[in-house]
């Protein structure tokens, strides 16, 4: 009989009950959940399940559908493919996707992990939504990894990039296109970005590799700075930028060094090494506006 594989086939709409056992470490908790669909196969030697049609998993009030799925109770990880949706009514989130895998044993870290994969879309209560071609997120938290084509948005933020993720209060993001504080009117651009935020503003920021950042000062004037290494720091108030570094303001004056502090505050700019201003005078100004039309 050890030789013969024993499979559970079960009738059209049937469910089936799941307990997902302690698992992984000695802090995880057991889950139970159900699975039904229009067919399941449960193999009772290797504990796997397999189902097709119309599946639908539910744990602790969260919902995962698909056209197929497959999992093991003794992982206590399945996976749905074909047309995947979630609703995790706890986080306020929902999720659809073409895969997602979701792992449910509880640790200190998170409730689980839900790691989706093509054509991605997640959102979180009324104003957070991350699209991208691989999202893995950790149930219970903020924290995420997305990869590919990332356009992520919070009230306050706008993040595309090629790779993106948050972990608590830290967050980075790989060939970053844009990473907007919007209350803050900062926005940047780099190879790599990573940073802290506080209620959902910057407080440190660090960027390299072809450093773009506008922002708006006190004034009201516009201001872009490029190099190949940017600090923004909202505590001390300043910009500080190394390596080619270039600045340029709304209102004509251009500052070039090897290294510049911009002070948020005072609006001063500290130029260090091979420094160089120019700058629009009002004498030229005047000029200009002085000339005459052709043909008067």
């Known amino acids: 009989m050890s030789g013969i594989k024993y499979f559970l086939r079960l009738l059209p709409a049937a469910a089936f009950l799941l307990f997902l056992p302690f698992h992984a470490t000695l802090s995880a908790e057991p889950v139970e959940g159900t699975m039904s669909a229009d067919t399941i196969n449960y193999n009772v030697n290797t504990k796997k399940i397999s189902a097709v049609g119309n599946v639908i998993i539910k744990r602790e009030g969260a919902i995962l559908w698909g056209d197929k799925g497959e999992g093991s109770m ?5 996976t749905l493919q074909g047309n995947v949706k979630g609703t995790f009514p706890a986080e306020k989130t929902d999720l659809t996707a073409d895969k997602v895998k979701w792992t449910g044993s509880k640790s200190p870290e998170n409730d689980g992990i839900a790691e989706a994969v093509g054509k991605v879309h997640l959102t979180r209560g009324t104003n957070e939504k991350i699209d ?5 997120w950790e149930l219970g938290t903020k924290n995420y990894t997305a990869k590919g084509n990332v356009d992520a948005k919070t009230e306050n933020n706008i993040l595309i990039a090629d790779e993106a993720g948050q972990n608590k209060d830290k967050f980075w993001g790989k060939k970053v296109k844009r990473y907007e504080d919007i209350r803050q009117k900062l926005v940047v ?3 790599t970005v990573n940073g802290t935020k506080a209620n959902e503003e910057i407080s440190e920021l660090i960027a390299v590799g072809n450093v773009v950042m506008d922002f708006v000062d006190k004034e009201g004037l516009k201001s872009r700075v490029t190099g190949e290494k940017g600090v923004y720091s909202k505590s001390k108030a300043t910009f500080v930028i190394s390596g080619n570094a270039k600045a340029v303001r709304s209102d004509g004056k251009t500052v070039s060094a090897d290294s510049l502090i911009m002070h948020e505050d005072s609006n001063d700019i500290e130029a260090i090494g091979n420094s160089k201003i120019t700058f ?4 030229k100004k005047d000029k200009k506006e002085e ?3 052709s043909g008067e």
Do not use: G, H, Q, W
């Open 74 to 78: 003794e992982t206590s990880e399945f």
């Open 189 to 191: 651009s780099a190879d």
């Open 132 to 136: 991208a071609d691989y999202v893995l």
């Open 280 to 283: 629009i005078t009002n004498e």
């Open 291 to 293: 000339k005459p039309k």
